[in-house]
């Protein structure tokens, strides 16, 4: 069976530590990589920059992928992991502190799988670390050729 690594993709070090945190309390113990910027996150997921000469990763279960992120942000990510052959049926869910409606649209217009807004209120995160966890590890079936 296939090791379900999370990929989280966060550059605020609090957003990670309270991520870590709430998979932590609801006993997800899967491994979480996380990546602290856009274009580290793509070198990650396509083999090429510093992971170039490293066999390639396998690729998570599920990213989490936040918006606002340095050197490329989140919809550009997207954008770019959803062109390539290896990348284009990743699960990938929108985690972000984003309200804009027009984020939202375009994330799911881009490919995105699922959109959530970060709660302020460490319970309410902790929930939805909880469900989705529970959806996209547990319940979700991905394509074999993953």
């Known amino acids: 069976m296939r090791n379900k690594r999370i990929l989280l993709v966060e550059d605020n070090p609090d957003d990670v530590a309270l991520a870590l945190r709430a998979f932590q309390k ?14 580290e996150a793509l070198d990650y997921l396509l083999s090429r920059g510093t992971y170039a000469d490293k066999d390639a990763e396998p690729l998570p ?3 989490l992928l936040d918006l606002k992120l340095p050197k490329v942000e989140g919809l550009e990510v997207l954008k770019q992991i959803r062109a390539h052959k290896r990348t284009r049926l990743l699960p990938v869910v929108i985690l972000t502190s984003s309200r804009e409606e027009r984020d939202l649209v ?3 217009s881009l490919g995105a799988n699922s959109y959530i807004q970060k709660p302020v209120d460490y319970s309410q995160f902790t929930e939805a670390i909880r469900q989705l966890g529970m959806y996209w590890l547990v319940l979700n079936e991905t394509p ?3």
């Not at 609801?26 to 274009?39: H, L």
């Open 26 to 39: 609801n006993k997800i113990a899967n491994e979480v990589k996380v990546i602290g910027d856009g274009e």
């Open 61 to 63: 279960e599920v990213l």
């Open 144 to 146: 074999p050729t993953l």
């Open 106 to 108: 375009a994330g799911y």
